[in-house]
Nanobody
Framework: QVQLVESGGGLVQPGGSLRLSCAAS????????MYWYRKAPGKRREWIAD????????IYPDSVKGRFTISRNNDKNTLYLQMNSLKLEDTALYYC?????????WGQGTQVTVSS
């Protein structure tokens, strides 16, 4: 019954911005750390953001640090990813993720395409 539904992807020019959302249900969202990942054609799945249950702590890899911001609204059971200064290499299918009792759960993904 765990469900994650990503939205907000689209086509954007280099240097542009996009805000992704992940609607969560079927688990205790407010007590679960959450994650964003992406999968680009020809590349391995890449972790890009981490947020604690309360939202007080966030972690990013160098590839997106300073450009992307993960946040959450626990009252709305929704996870967000604000993406700024987008680059061609950011083109990918973006997924939100939660780990529950050692099992990973994923949404269907939302496509982000950066093109000039």
């Amino acid at each position: 019954q765990v469900q994650l539904v990503e939205s907000g992807g689209g086509l954007v020019q280099p240097g542009g911005s996009l805000r992704l959302s992940c609607a969560a249900s079927g688990f205790s969202f407010g007590r679960s750390p959450m994650y964003w990942y992406r999968k680009a054609p020809g590349k391995r799945r890449e972790w890009i953001a981490d947020i604690s249950d309360s939202g007080d702590t966030t972690i990013y890899p160098d590839s997106v640090k300073g450009r992307f911001t993960i946040s959450r609204n626990n009252d709305k059971n929704t996870l967000y990813l604000q993406m700024n200064s987008l680059k061609l290499e950011d083109t990918a299918l973006y997924y939100c993720n939660v780990m529950l009792a050692g099992d990973d759960y994923w949404g269907q993904g939302t496509q982000v395409t950066v093109s000039s």
